[in-house]
Structure formats: C-alpha cells, structure tokens
C-alpha cells in the first residue's frame, strides 16, 4: 500500500523521469512509474529513448562512423591501416554497456531527488486515482493530486509486413542484429529508416528503402531534401520513392517484398533482413480504465492544450502521447513546464523552436519553419545560403558536404527557420535555437564574432547571407 502523492508520473522515459524530478526539486512528493523490462527481464527507466531509441541507435551510429571511416576516409589524411575487422558482438556489446549506464543513473537521480520509483504497470481510473500491479505482483490503489501521463509510443505495424522477431524487425529488433545482413530492406525512409539504414550500410549491408511518399523527406525544407537526397544515394543507400509495400513473405530464409509504384506497376525484392520504419503510435494499450473520461484525437494521442492539461483537470499529458514532434527533448520539456506549473509558475514551452535532427553522416537538422511555411503564411522573407564547401574546418576535416539555409523575414530581418545538412548540423542548429529564442535577427548573428575555423562559421555565413553580405562566396543580387 503506497500513501497519496502529489504527483504520480507513469512512464519513465525523458518526458516522464524529468517530470518527476523536476517535481520533486520543486517540493513535491513524487512517484514514478515504470513497467519496462530489458530483454534479460530486469525493471529498468528510460523509457524508448534510451533503452530502444537515441542513445541505443547513436551508440551504433558512431561505432559504424568510425568502422566506415577507418575502411574509407583515412587514406586520404595519409594514414593506412592493416585489415579493419569488424566485431558485432563487442559493437552491440558497448551500446548496452552505455544504456545500462544512463538507465541506472536514473535510479540514481530518483534517490537523490526523493522521487519514489516503482516497477510495475499503471492505469488511469477516475478520480486522480491510479491503478498499480507490481512487478512482484500485488496490487493497489494510488491516490495522487496531480497525475502526468507519459506513458510514450510504441512502433506502427503495417499489416503488409508483420514483424516476426527474426526476419521482419522493427527498429528495436534491428539494433540488434548479431551479423551483418547482406542484403537488408527498409520499409520508411523517414528518420529512423536512414538512421538504421546507415548503421547497416556502413557495416557492410546493401540497403534499400523503400518509402510510399514520392517526396523524399517531406516535413523538411525542400533544398535541405533534396541536398540529402544526392548525399545519402552517393553513400550507397538505394532510396525509392513513391513505393509502397503491399505484401511480404518468409520463404527460405529470405523475406521476398512486393511494392507498387505510383504508376500502379508492382515490383519484388528480395532481402536477408526487412526493418519496418513507418512511424509510431501514442502507447495508449491498457493506460486509460473506461470511466477516466480522458478525450483522445484520431489518431489515439491524448489530447492537451498547449500548456499539456487533458480535458480532466489535474491530469496532465506529455511526450510522445500527445500532438507534435515525437522527440525526447521536446517531452522532457513539456514535463518540466508540467512540474512548473503544478508548482504554480507560468511556465511556457516555445514550441516554434524545437529543433529536429536526423544523426545520419552528414547530420539533417532543422529549427522553425521551412520556406514553404514561411511562403505559406504570405510573409515576405530573404535566405541565405552557405555551403560546407567553402569552410576551411570542413574542408581540413575532409567532411565538406552539404549547406546551411537560413530564412529570415523581410520586415524585420528576424530569424524565422534554419535547415542544415552538414558535419555537426544537430550542434549548429541549436546555435540558432538559441539566437531564435532570444529574437534574434539575421544581422545580430552576423554581428556575433564566430571563432576561425569553426564550423560555425557556416552559419555566420550565411546568416550573414541573408542581407546578401556573405564574404567568402558571391552573394546573390538583391531586387
Ligand atoms: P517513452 O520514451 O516511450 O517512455 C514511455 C515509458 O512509459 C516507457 O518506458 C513505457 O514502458 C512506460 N509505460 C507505458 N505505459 C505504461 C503503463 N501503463 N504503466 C507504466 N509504465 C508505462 N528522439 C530524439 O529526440 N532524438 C533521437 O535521436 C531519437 N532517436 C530515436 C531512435 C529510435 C530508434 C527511436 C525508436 C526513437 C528515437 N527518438 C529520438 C524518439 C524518442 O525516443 C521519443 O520521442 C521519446 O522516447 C519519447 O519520450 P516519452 O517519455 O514520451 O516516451
Ligand atoms: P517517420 O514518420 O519519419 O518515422 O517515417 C515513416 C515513413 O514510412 C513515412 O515517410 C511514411 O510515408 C513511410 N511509410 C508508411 N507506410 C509505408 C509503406 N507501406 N511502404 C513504404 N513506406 C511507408
């Protein structure tokens, strides 16, 4: 038997653990719960994001980086290595040595911060009541003032390509692979489809995506796209557009794929390994009794207002459960305003500047809004480009593909997006995030004195770009 909480959060990943202990360092008395288990059986924190998601698939993504560079990229500095060989075991082996080390941290910071952690699956009933069965088994009733949903998402399955744990996997299933499959399908080549699929090419797979939109990475800037596009096909990656899969089939130790086009033609592959990657869904399975009388929008989030209050007062949701980007930093965020507000603060997340990143080589990233919704909204604006072309620190670094984009509008020369596929977009990007945040203008970045060489410079350039002042490239005549 537990007593009453302040706060009950249910979920542990980075939108419910922050959540909690932000509550708590603001004198709340918390509970957390959390029903994952690793694979071994062990209760753990951390949610997607660090058990199946960012830190797990970054692990890969750097050990297949430096496999791949040691393979590709070293001769040209002069230096030549003896045979490079590759050890999938010790691979995966350090990826879960890193997730067992946040996810124990997390335990930690729950001691430290008197948050109570409990193992075991919740249910919302009505009442600000919560339902509780242990992992140990027993179960009971948890009375809470104030409850946050962040209870995440799960992968979409597509009735066209049922996972089956061996053969067709989805994006957990496919970080942990024990060989390198010779011929691997990807159905999405949306963030996690090129994530994987790189960590795959790079090992040595040859990968294709097959992706049912005609446009390549629609919700980007189309420049920053289309720039990926010719970067990521160069890399080896197979991408196919317009093509959605209509059936597959185990047979022989091969999964054999049919996808139609837009032209209605049907096409087969063949492939060793197939990862399906079309997206998520709000983990709603089991969360909600039937008289809570929470409101869920069609496509099974919860829904909230802006400042992430349900339709019941004292219920809260955040993270992936509820509308906008499924990220974990914007989750975190909706927790921390969450526990501010509980504490009774105005907190407010700026939702136009959340940046986005895809952590492909190069990376994709992008904060604010595109020149399609800038046009859109029937503003005026200007862009400045710069490419990575003209960097001397990329160009040292041998890593000097891509561009950064930057629009700003024409009245006031604020800055209102910038897209980026480059070396460190990710970092770049949150340069801009924080000048975007402050108001910045074009020209205030511009101002701002950037060390050489850096990177950064890229962005200087073109925020400088905008006015049509770049220095190290000819700028474009204005009107
Ligand atoms: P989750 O992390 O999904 O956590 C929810 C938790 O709630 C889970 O632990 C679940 O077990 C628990 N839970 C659910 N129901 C109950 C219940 N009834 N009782 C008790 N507990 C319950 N995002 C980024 O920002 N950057 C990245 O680089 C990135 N890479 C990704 C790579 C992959 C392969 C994947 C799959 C995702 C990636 N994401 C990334 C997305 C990111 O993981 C999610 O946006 C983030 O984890 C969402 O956080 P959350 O706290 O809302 O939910
Ligand atoms: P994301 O939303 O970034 O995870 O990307 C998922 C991608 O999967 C989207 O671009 C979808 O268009 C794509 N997708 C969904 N269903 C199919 C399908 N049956 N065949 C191919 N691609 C699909």
Request: with cysteine; charged share 20%; hydrophobic share 40%.
């Amino acid at each position: 038997m537990y007593n009453n909480f302040d706060v009950v959060v249910i979920g542990s990943g980075p939108a419910g653990y922050v959540s909690a202990i932000r509550a708590a360092q603001l004198g709340m008395k918390v509970a957390c719960i959390e029903k994952w288990r690793s694979s071994n059986g062990v209760s753990v924190h951390g949610g997607t994001c660090l058990n199946v998601g960012c830190i797990p698939s970054k692990a890969l993504l750097d050990s297949s980086h430096k496999y791949s560079d040691a393979l590709n990229k070293l001769d040209s500095h002069g230096i030549t290595l003896g045979a490079v060989k590759m050890d999938i075991a010790a691979m995966m082996g350090r990826k879960d040595k890193i997730v067992s080390q946040l996810t124990g941290g997390i335990g930690q910071l729950f001691k430290a911060n008197n948050v109570t952690g409990l193992y075991g699956t919740a249910k919302l009933l009505s009442n600000k009541e919560v339902e509780f069965a242990s992992h140990q088994g027993d179960e009971s009733i948890i009375k809470a003032s104030h409850i946050i949903l962040a209870a995440g998402s799960v992968p979409i399955e597509i009735p066209a390509a049922p996972t089956d744990g061996d053969f067709i996997v989805d994006s957990t299933g496919a970080l942990e692979f024990s060989s390198v499959p010779k011929r691997l399908g990807i159905v999405g080549a949306g963030v996690i489809g090129l994530e994987l699929g790189s960590v795959w090419s790079r090992l040595g797979s040859e990968v294709v995506l097959i992706e049912a939109l005609d446009e390549f990475l629609a919700v980007m800037d189309k420049d920053i796209a289309k720039e990926s596009f010719k970067i990521f096909s160069g890399q080896g990656l197979d991408i196919r557009l317009g093509a959605r899969v209509i059936e597959t089939a185990v047979k022989a130790k091969k999964v054999n794929v049919t996808y139609q086009t837009m032209d209605e033609k049907q096409h087969k592959e063949v492939f060793d390994k197939l990862i399906v990657c079309v997206g998520r869904r709000p983990f709603i399975d089991n969360l909600l009794s039937p008289d809570c009388g929470i409101s869920l929008d069609q496509r099974g989030n919860i829904v909230v207002n802006e400042q992430c209050e349900t339709n019941i007062e004292g219920v809260y949701a955040v993270g992936d459960l509820v509308r906008g980007p499924m990220l974990a930093h914007k989750g975190s965020e909706e927790g921390v305003m969450v526990a501010e507000r509980i504490a009774g603060h105005s907190a407010q997340l700026n939702y136009d500047v959340v940046p986005n990143v895809i952590y492909t080589h190069p990376e994709v990233a992008s904060v604010g809004q595109t020149e399609a919704q800038v046009k859109a909204s029937g503003r005026n604006y200007n862009v400045g480009v710069f490419p990575f072309a003209a960097s001397g620190r990329a160009l040292a670094a041998d890593d000097s593909q891509g561009m950064v984009k930057m629009i700003a509008c024409e009245k006031t020369d604020r800055i209102l997006g910038c897209h980026i596929v480059g070396p460190s977009a990710a970092d770049l990007v949150q340069q801009v995030a924080i000048a975007m945040e402050f108001g910045s203008s074009a020209e205030d970045l511009g101002m701002t004195v950037f060390g050489h060489p850096t990177l950064s410079e890229v962005v200087h350039e073109a925020a400088l770009a905008v006015n049509g002042n770049a220095i190290h490239k000819v700028n474009r005549k204005r009107k």
